[in-house]
C-alpha cells in the first residue's frame, strides 16, 4: 500500500524521543530515520499543532506533534504524535488532513478522558493503529471506535479541479451508464434538468425547457462534470466540418465497441436487430467524417433526415 508503517511517538520522561506503538513493527531501517529526526517528531513548541514532514533513510514520515501541559504528567507536559511513513517520493497532499485530524482528535480525548495516558485505553493503540494502516491501504478511509459513544472517522478526500465555466452554448453529454446516473443521489435541482441532457440540448435551451435558472443549470452542469458524470461538446450545427481522428480505425475490428457506439447513438426503443443490421452504416458514417465536407452534405449522402 502506499502507507508504509503507521507509529504513535511520545516524549518518555527517562528514554526521551521513543516509539510506542508500530505497525507493522519490522519496517526496515525505520529505527535509524526515527533516531535520526526524531528531534522533528517530538519536538519544540514552535511546531505543535502543525504538519511536520521530513525524509530520511528513503522514508517520509510525516506527523503533527502535539503537547498537553498539566502537572500531572511527568515533567509537566505530554507530547506525543500519530506518524505516517511513506516512501521517500510519495505525494502526501491527500493524507495531511487526515494525519492533523487525526492528531488533533487524540488530544481531546486525552483532555477529556486521559486516553492516550491511562493504561486501560492507551492498550487500544496498537489495534486503532493497525485498523489505520489496513483500512486507509485498502479503501482510504476508517471508522475508529473509541468508546461506547465516541468514534472517529477518517477518509481521504481527493482535491477536484477548480469546474470549468460554462457558456450557453455549450452541450453536456453523459460519459456513463443511465443506471450509474440513476443510481446517484441528485438533488431536487439537478434530478429536474437531468431529464433534458440528451447529448443535443445546449446550456440555455436546457434552462429554458426545464423551467431553472440559467445560472443554476450552469452551476449543476459544474457539479456533474466534477463528479465525470459529463463532459461538454460544442453544440452540433450541419455547416460545421467534422473530422475522425486515427482512433476511428478501432471501431471497425472492436465488435464489443461497435455493439456500444450503435447503443449510444440509436433512438431509444429500437430493436437489437435494427441496431445490428445497420452497424456497418452507423461506422461506415463515422469514418466518412471529412475535414473538407461539411455535414449537410455528408447526411444526404446517407439519406438522413435532419
Not at 30 to 48: C, S, W
Amino acid at each position: 500500500g502506499v502507507i508504509k508503517c503507521i507509529f504513535f511517538s511520545e516524549f518518555h520522561h527517562i528514554s526521551g524521543p521513543i516509539i510506542s506503538h508500530q505497525v507493522p513493527d519490522d519496517l526496515p531501517l525505520l529505527k535509524d530515520a526515527f533516531d535520526a529526526v526524531h528531534d522533528l517528531i517530538i519536538t519544540k513548541q514552535a511546531l505543535y499543532d502543525r504538519l511536520v514532514s521530513v525524509d530520511a533513510l528513503g522514508y517520509r514520515i510525516v506527523g503533527s506533534p502535539r503537547s498537553i501541559e498539566n502537572k500531572k504528567y511527568p515533567r509537566n507536559a505530554f507530547i506525543f504524535n500519530f506518524v505516517f511513513v511513506f516512501e521517500v517520493n510519495t505525494d502526501t497532499t491527500l493524507f495531511e488532513p487526515v494525519i492533523l485530524k487525526l492528531g488533533a482528535a487524540f488530544k481531546t480525548y486525552e483532555l477529556e478522558s486521559s486516553f492516550l495516558s491511562q493504561e486501560e485505553s492507551r492498550s487500544k493503540l496498537q489495534s486503532i493503529l493497525c485498523s489505520v494502516f489496513k483500512d486507509f491501504n485498502r479503501c482510504g478511509c476508517c471508522t475508529i471506535p473509541i468508546d461506547e459513544t465516541k468514534s472517529l472517522h477518517l477518509k481521504i478526500t481527493p482535491s477536484l479541479p477548480d469546474p470549468p465555466t460554462i457558456q450557453d452554448h455549450h452541450v453536456p453529454i453523459f460519459t456513463c451508464s443511465q443506471e450509474d446516473i440513476d443510481s446517484a443521489p441528485w438533488d431536487l435541482t439537478i434530478q429536474q434538468i437531468l431529464p433534458y441532457v440528451n447529448g443535443f440540448n445546449h446550456v440555455k435551451k436546457i434552462a429554458e425547457e426545464s423551467e431553472v435558472d440559467n445560472e443554476i443549470v450552469k452551476v449543476c452542469i459544474q457539479h456533474l462534470i466534477l463528479y465525470a458524470f459529463v463532459k461538454l461538446i460544442t453544440i452540433f450545427q450541419y455547416s460545421n466540418v467534422y473530422t475522425a481522428e486515427p482512433k476511428i480505425k478501432l471501431l471497425l475490428d472492436d465488435k464489443v465497441l461497435q455493439k456500444e457506439c450503435i447503443e449510444y447513438v440509436a433512438l431509444q426503443g429500437l430493436s437489437v436487430l435494427w441496431v445490428e443490421e445497420n452497424c456497418i452504416s452507423v461506422c461506415a458514417l463515422c469514418i466518412s467524417l471529412s475535414r473538407i465536407s461539411p455535414k449537410n452534405r455528408c447526411c444526404v449522402s446517407f439519406i438522413l433526415q435532419s
